[in-house]
């Protein structure tokens, strides 16, 4: 086991982020990471379309509350490069059993999130064949279900819009109370 304790202490924050409440400690073989307590994660962070192939939870949520620290905390005070964050990410999954085709979507997934933030994007292009082989294996069986997944997202959001138009009560008016 790659973590001191098999024991993940968050607090939920609001709908999306949660705050780890005790350190989280990595020991690895070659490497010693210490997520202090405070750190806000979204855990696995998934865009909406494919939850359905990784969820936002699973084998992988310590090595994503790592990866969150090491591509905010780590990049800024420069424990590690972008790349390094994201190899230490798929390591570290490995080390806790996530399967090799997951945990290399999951790894293709962050770097190129990286390609959306300045910071991340120093030292991409090493990573771009890589990234491009795997995305290209994954398209005939992520594509389809993510775009019918995307469509009927956009369908439901409409629906939830009109009926919310609909269901709108009007304001009240205050004169009418006072009388």
């Not at 307590?37 to 192939?53: C, K, N, Q």
């Not at 990573?127 to 995307?150: E, F, K, Q, R, T």
């Amino acid at each position: 086991m790659p973590f001191v304790s098999d024991t993940l202490v968050v607090e939920r924050v609001d709908e999306r982020w949660w705050r780890t409440r005790e350190p989280l400690v990595y020991l690895g073989r070659r490497d010693r990471f210490v997520v202090p307590a405070g750190l806000l994660t979204d855990f696995a962070t998934v865009p909406r379309v494919v939850i359905w192939l990784i969820p936002q939870f699973g084998r992988y949520t310590m090595a994503a509350v790592l990866h969150d620290w090491l591509v905010t905390e780590g990049l800024r005070s420069g424990v590690v490069t972008s790349r390094q964050a994201d190899g230490i990410f798929r390591r570290v999954m490995r080390e806790q059993g996530v399967p090799v085709v997951r945990r290399w979507l999951m790894w293709a997934g962050v770097r190129l999130g990286a390609l959306t933030q300045p910071r991340r994007r120093v030292g991409w292009v090493a990573s771009a064949p890589g990234v491009i082989v795997i995305s290209v294996l994954a398209a005939p069986v992520v594509l389809p279900p993510g775009v019918l997944i995307a469509v009927m997202l956009t369908v439901y959001g409409l629906v939830e819009h009109l009926v919310s138009l609909m269901t709108r009560r009007p304001p009240t008016d205050v004169r009418s109370l006072r009388t």
